[in-house]
């Protein structure tokens, strides 16, 4: 059985990793929907809404790059096309949303999508004894529970 140099099993890095280059696609789907909620939002919560959608895309290009850098700590390459995003992705790219409910619903789906790939990407890491992997996958879980409960809130639902 050989290992990879931070001591995991090779396969099971390469499973590792293979869940989070998904994830990665995810993120940058959800990265440039919410940019494109930042630029067109329209009404009479711009003002509030436009700085919410800034603070979220700037986390989630925090996300993309960490989950990048975890794949190639794992021993692997992350994906790096528009093409393979778009192909992989679960999350539907979205055009011109400027209605402020509507845009919060479809980042209310995003989480949804990305946690649940965040969960099933924590158990393979679990599998494979990759707390690295498990422990960023947990915060990212915890962080987005919460934004869920705001976004939520914000619908009133």
């Known amino acids: 059985m050989s ?12 499973a590792v990793a293979t869940g989070l280059n998904d994830l990665l696609a995810n993120y940058q789907v959800f990265y440039m929907n ?9 009404g009479k919560d711009f003002f ?3 700085v919410k959608f800034e603070e979220l895309y700037v986390d ?9 850098e975890r794949i190639l700590t794992l021993g692997e390459q992350p994906e790096h096309t528009y093409s393979a995003y778009l192909n992989g992705a679960a999350i539907p790219e979205q055009k011109h949303v400027s209605d402020g409910a509507e845009a919060v619903s479809q980042i209310l789906e995003a989480f949804k999508t990305v946690i649940k790939k965040q969960r099933e990407v924590m158990g393979t890491a679990g599998d494979a ?3 690295g992997t498990s422990a960023l996958m947990s915060d990212y879980i915890r962080e987005q529970e919460k934004l869920v409960w705001m976004y939520s809130a914000y619908l009133n639902k």
């Open 34 to 42: 919410t940019r494109g909620y930042h630029w067109n939002i329209r």
């Open 60 to 68: 989630l290009l925090t996300k993309i790059d960490e989950i990048a």
């Open 48 to 50: 509030e809404l436009h």
């Open 129 to 131: 004894e990759d707390e």
């Open 3 to 14: 290992t990879n140099a931070i001591g995991i099993e090779t396969n099971q890095a390469k």
